[in-house]
């Protein structure tokens, strides 16, 4: 069995909070340091965070009195005492390339999900169950930093999870134009009803950003690492209207596309049956068993219902007209607490301690 000491970066934010609920049991991941600003360093975490805890489940025991650490100024003792860090911090951009550089060079692996280092080619930006091979760059990176084994790997916007994985499995058939509306959860903005009143009975069709890292990062999940680094794949054309719901936890997607070769609802509905990513292979602890999960129509994604699938996805083929631009429309859930924010950067722990990237 594996085990490893970890740190979490950022551990009294929304992201740091799910970080430490999700690993309060984990069976490979030991809570051993938890950080922040200078604002909650040297309190008990219960204290530092405060009135600001936001899950639905009490603190852990387990991290209710670690005394919390200054991210930057107890940066090297930190770096010492575990064997990698998650981390979410909310911090000017150049500060957090430093932040993570900083525990990179000082030999600690670093799982972010902050965006700031999403566009290095030679970062893997980590989907487990779609883009597993592409830690392989991690040896270039590693070249770049001069470390042997610091190194920095990210997770995507969780608004992509929503729609790419259920087209993943499709792409033998030549995805040529995607246009996404992503029903994006107010947790996704790390935040709840009480923290947010004016989200109950609204929407709101615009998210700062958004729509831009939902067009681009896909094409990185889906490129192919050439001489080290992560070519960005050149296709489909994707364009994708994002809107926050009234919904506290739950991605959903209307997917419409065009392939070049229009498989059958019946090789469709085969390919999301049988498709097993790495994760599954490799059944790693927070993998679910089955990863996109087939709903008839009229039966299909709902963020009340389909929060049973152990951090898979819904998904379902939606009515389209023949005579439209398009060959498909899918609805597709992803679940934002499972598989968003701190959920996937555990499973992306998950996949690069099972290849054994956290050794000494
Ligand atoms: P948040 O609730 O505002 O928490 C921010 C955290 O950063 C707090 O722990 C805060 O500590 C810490 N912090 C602020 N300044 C710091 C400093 N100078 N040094 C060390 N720590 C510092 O933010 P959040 O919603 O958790 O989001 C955190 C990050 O995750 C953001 O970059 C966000 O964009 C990203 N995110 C990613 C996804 C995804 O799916 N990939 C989803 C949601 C969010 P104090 O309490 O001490 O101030």
């Known amino acids: 069995m594996k085990n490893y000491n970890v740190g979490v970066i950022g551990a009294t934010g929304m992201v740091g909070q799910r970080f ?29 965070v405060g009135a600001k805890w936001a899950m639905r489940t009490p603190i852990p025991a387990k991290a209710a009195d670690i005394i919390v ?10 770096a010492a005492s575990v064997d990698f860090v998650f981390c979410a911090v909310d911090m000017p951009s150049e500060e957090i390339i430093a932040l993570e550089q900083g525990y990179a060079k000082l030999e600690c692996p670093v799982v972010s999900n902050n965006k700031e280092h999403r566009y290095f080619n030679d970062v893997p930006m ?11 760059v991690i040896e270039t990176q590693k070249k770049r930093l001069g470390t042997k084994r610091g190194f920095v790997a990210v997770k995507p916007n969780c608004s992509i999870q929503s729609y790419v994985p259920a087209l993943h499995p499709l792409r033998e058939y030549g995805l040529k134009t995607v ?26 069709p615009f998210i700062k950003g958004e729509e831009q890292k939902s067009e681009v990062e896909p094409m990185k999940i889906w490129g192919e690492v050439r001489d080290g680094v992560i070519v960005n794949a050149a296709e489909p054309l994707i364009t994708t209207q994002c809107l926050r719901v009234p919904v506290s936890d739950g991605h959903t997607s209307a997917v419409f596309v065009k392939f070049d070769k229009k498989p ?3 090789a469709i509905i085969k390919a999301w049956a049988e498709y097993k990513g790495e994760p599954q292979r490799l059944n790693l602890p927070s993998a679910p068993k089955q990863f996109l999960n087939y709903f008839e129509e009229d039966n299909r994604p709902q963020a009340k219902l389909d929060r049973d699938l152990e951090g898979g996805m819904a998904v379902s083929i939606g009515r389209l007209r023949e005579d439209t631009l398009f060959d498909y429309k899918f609805v597709c859930l992803s679940h934002n607490t499972l598989r968003g924010a701190a959920g996937g ?7 690069l301690a099972a290849k054994g990237y956290f050794e000494r």
């Not at 650490?69 to 930190?78: G, L, P």
């Not at 980590?126 to 392989?136: G, W, Y």
């Not at 950067?345 to 996949?351: D, I, K, M, W």
Request: proline residues 5%.
């Open 126 to 136: 980590l989907i487990p169950e779609c883009n597993a091979e592409h830690i392989a």
């Open 69 to 78: 650490k200054d991210a930057e100024k107890d940066m090297e003792e930190i």
């Open 179 to 204: 246009l996404a509306c992503n029903y994006q959860a107010i947790s996704g903005a790390g935040k709840t009803f009480e923290t947010w009143p004016e989200m109950v009975d609204n929407l709101i």
């Open 345 to 351: 950067g555990v499973l992306a722990a998950e996949l």
């Open 20 to 48: 430490i609920t999700l690993l309060a049991d984990h069976p490979w991941f030991n809570l051993k340091v938890l950080a922040a600003s200078s604002r909650s360093a040297g309190k008990p975490y219960r204290e530092a």
């Open 264 to 266: 059958s609802k019946e």
